[in-house]
């Protein structure tokens, strides 16, 4: 870990990394979180090219819009 946060729209994919933000109003705040984006839980970037960006969020991959992955601020892990 080298301390700096991106957003995580731009993480290359195979990467694993631990959220630290999530930069926006309540209602996307609300809605991240219900999708189980919170702070400092891991996830794995799986795709990152064209269409929805897809992690692994614990058991479950989640499909992102590129808008929402610039919102949430991560931690690269590795």
Known sequence: MNGSQVPLAFVTPGKNAVIKDIIGGYKLRKRLTD????????????????????????????????????????????
């Open 35 to 78: 999708m189980g984006f919170v702070k400092s839980v891991n996830l794995k970037l799986l795709k990152n090219d064209n269409g929805p960006i897809i992690v692994m969020l614990g058991e479950s991959k989640v499909a992102l819009g590129f808008g929402m992955a610039q919102k949430i601020m991560v931690e690269e892990l590795n």
